[in-house]
């Protein structure tokens, strides 16, 4: 008669978490990391940032949402399946667009104008903070270099991102009257793109993280993803401080 060993503490140590386990501690991450809690973006959504500031977060954040499609196209390229192809295929076109004039990119560049910025100045990146340089570099050869499953992950940031568009429209209809209101459609878009598209990368996620290792995997590239956005914030911010004087040589 075959008998099972009891399983033992290095067993539970090594063992895969259930989808539901996994599940929440990806969630976990985005609670605990996500870039809504930055001092700059509560700052943001408070209403008690500048008109130099704001400006200054759209100048710099444009330079991550150019390089969305960029990553975007890195992960398709990682898929064997012509159907996992076509449905990642759609975010690109989400931010291109499917025509000149479309997509978000162009949203974006529309928020920079309505904040008073000239387009091509968003266009010629020549006012991108090296910080924020950086950390765009570091994302977009995370998800050239790692396998699928890692980009994947990276890109469940999404997850949490319907709620901070919501909390973003509120605050600046409420404290940002000096922005046209039509310049906001970039984050109106975003509630139900960045929806669906959290539970289609959550979806390969789970279907692909079987392993206790892959799954780690899977929360280490979450991290690192919340990580980069926060990196992004803190170079913004920091020149905030440096021109209060708050962090300038003596």
């Keep these: 008669m075959t008998t099972t060993a009891p399983r033992t503490a290095a067993d539970a140590d090594t063992a895969p978490w259930t989808p539901e386990e996994l599940t929440e501690r990806l969630r976990a991450v985005s609670a605990a990391r996500y870039h809504d809690r930055h001092p700059f973006n509560v700052r943001m959504h408070e209403g008690t940032l500048t008109r130099e500031e704001l400006r200054r977060w759209i100048t710099n954040r444009f330079h991550y949402q150019r390089h969305i499609p960029v990553k975007d196209a890195l992960i398709l390229a990682k898929f064997d399946d012509p159907a996992l192809r076509r449905g990642w295929l759609r975010r690109i076109q989400d931010h291109d667009g499917e025509r000149d004039g479309t997509g978000g990119i162009e949203r974006w560049l529309r928020l920079g104008e309505a904040a008073g910025l000239d387009r091509q100045q968003l266009l010629d990146s020549s006012q991108v903070l090296p910080g924020v340089r950086l950390a765009v570099d570091g994302y977009v050869n995370f ?41 906001l459609a970039y984050f109106r878009t975003r509630v139900g793109q960045g929806g669906r598209d959290g539970r289609e990368a959550l979806g ?14 899977a929360v280490a590239a979450l991290t690192f993803k919340c990580d980069v956005l926060w990196s992004l914030l803190d170079a913004v911010a920091a020149v905030g401080a440096v021109d209060n004087g708050a962090g300038g040589a003596p």
């Design 143 to 183: 998800c050239r270099l790692r396998p699928a499953l890692d980009a994947v992950a990276a890109s469940l940031t999404e997850l949490s991102a319907p709620d901070l568009m919501r909390t973003r429209i509120a605050a600046f209809e409420r404290h940002y009257s000096w922005i046209d209101a039509a310049g």
């Design 204 to 217: 390969l996620v789970l279907a692909w993280a079987r392993t206790r290792e892959e799954q780690e995997r």
